[in-house]
């Protein structure tokens, strides 16, 4: 009852019990132990929407579009917090991921050995001399930093100044 009536506030607000709670904390805190990948629910399945770079699932060749299909042999379905859950654990622990990618037909397996994986919420890159694009893919408690940190790399490789940021 309490979930519905939140939800009729407006389109913003939602209803969080405690364990819902404790993965949008764990998701905004900047860094989580896991393999490195941002995920999500669809009717096939549990997708890799994203391997974060220089994370255990990038390095081991996992892409965006594949499909989780087990994780230490359980059959995960469209259960994304079930994924979450088990893919999470303590740094230097290993999971096993079987994944299904469309251009093949045989299942492909990773193990991963879990580490502390350093979540950027701000990508940026130099357009021309003078100009910069600085984007915020998501806000945590390390955003205000990572854009201090992106636009001093912004100004590092423009020696004579910004014009402009996008």
């Known amino acids: 009852a309490v979930r519905s009536m939140v939800a009729a506030l ?25 393999v490195g990948i941002e995920v999500v629910a669809e009717d096939a399945g549990v997708k890799v929407l994203r391997p974060i770079k220089g994370s255990p699932a990038e390095e081991a060749g996992m892409l965006s579009g594949d499909f989780i299909v087990k994780i230490d042999g359980a059959d995960m379905g469209a259960d994304l917090a079930g994924a ?14 079987t994944v299904r990618r469309s251009d093949r037909s045989d299942l492909l397996n990773f193990s991963l050995r879990r580490v502390k994986v350093e979540v950027r919420s701000v990508a940026q890159q130099a357009l021309e001399p003078g100009y910069g694009y600085l984007r915020i893919t998501g806000f945590s408690e390390t955003t205000a930093d990572d854009v201090e940190r992106a ?12 014009k402009g940021l996008v």
Do not use: Q, W
């Open 10 to 34: 407006d389109p913003h607000s939602a209803f969080l019990d405690s364990e819902e709670f404790e993965e949008i904390r764990l998701s905004t805190m900047g860094s989580y132990p896991g």
């Open 84 to 97: 979450i859950n088990r893919m999470r654990g303590p740094a230097g622990s290993t999971v096993r991921l």
């Open 151 to 162: 636009l001093a790399h912004l100004k590092r490789d423009n020696p004579r100044g910004l």
